[in-house]
């Protein structure tokens, strides 16, 4: 059973500081990987993809991959309020059909 | 900004009665998906479609489950014979486009009932 394991959380972090999340993956074959933010009744947001190990900056986020330890990782700089959702990150599995989403973690980011 | 929509929102159901949830993907997408979400759980893989068949589907996706491609641009999920258990969030989504871009981007949403 392919799995992505997250920290359900919450994580509560003061607003303007580094949020990190974190999250591992079974699949060893797997590719593709991504963060998406859900808001509370809404639909999952893409907000970053990774394809290679190191680290991939866009805005105030920061993917970081390590396929070596099968690790995912993503940094949010100077959170604001608006950050505060659930993190879900999604791995495209080897046989790439399908993404596998894991349970997600609640960030809450306290004013 | 091309975006996935679905139809309805929000359905009602009876149980025991077959329910109709529409996605239109974005157009240049080959890649097509179905997941549900069950209130304050993790959002489950059901199906993908590909090339007008199933590329996989997951055990959830039962034989009262089916999806189709009735056109070029919808794409449905049919549940023949809904259970409570049903009850869920279903989310479509697309992905795929000929440059090998492989990001996933979904719809709303139908919130699906069953009483």
């Given at each position: 059973q392919k799995e992505v394991e997250q920290n359900s959380g919450p994580l509560s972090v003061p607003e303007g500081a580094i949020a990190s999340l974190n999250c591992t993956y079974s699949d060893r074959g797997s590719q593709s990987f991504f963060w998406y933010r859900?808001?509370?009744?809404?639909?999952?947001?893409?907000?970053?993809?990774?394809y290679?190990?190191?680290?991939?900056?866009?805005?105030?986020?920061?993917?970081?991959?390590?396929?070596?330890?099968?690790?995912?990782?993503?940094?949010?700089?100077?959170?604001?309020?608006?950050?505060s959702a659930t993190y879900l990150c999604a791995v495209r599995d080897s046989s790439a059909s399908k993404i596998i989403f894991g349970s997600g973690t609640r960030l809450s980011i306290r004013p | 900004e091309p975006e996935v929509t679905q139809t309805p929102s929000h359905q009602v159901t009876q149980m025991g009665q077959e329910v109709i949830l529409r996605c239109v993907p974005i157009s240049n997408h080959l890649y097509f998906y179905w997941y549900r979400q069950i209130l304050g759980q993790k959002v489950e893989f059901l199906v993908s479609f590909y090339n007008n068949e199933i590329s996989e589907k997951s055990e959830i996706f039962d034989d009262q489950f089916s999806v189709e491609r009735p056109d070029g641009s919808n794409f449905t999920l049919k549940i023949?014979?809904?259970?409570?258990?049903?009850?869920?969030?279903?989310?479509?989504?697309?992905?795929?486009?000929?440059?090998?871009?492989?990001?996933?981007?979904?719809g709303q949403g139908t919130r699906l009932t069953v009483v």
């Open positions: 859900q808001y509370s009744g809404k639909s999952p947001e893409l907000i970053m993809s990774i290679s190990n190191g680290d991939k900056e866009d805005g105030r986020f920061t993917a970081q991959l390590n396929k070596a330890s099968q690790y995912v990782s993503l940094l949010i700089r100077d959170s604001q309020p608006s950050d | 023949r014979s809904t259970k409570l258990e049903d009850s869920a969030m279903y989310f479509c989504a697309s992905s795929g486009d000929l440059s090998g871009n492989t990001e996933a981007f979904f």
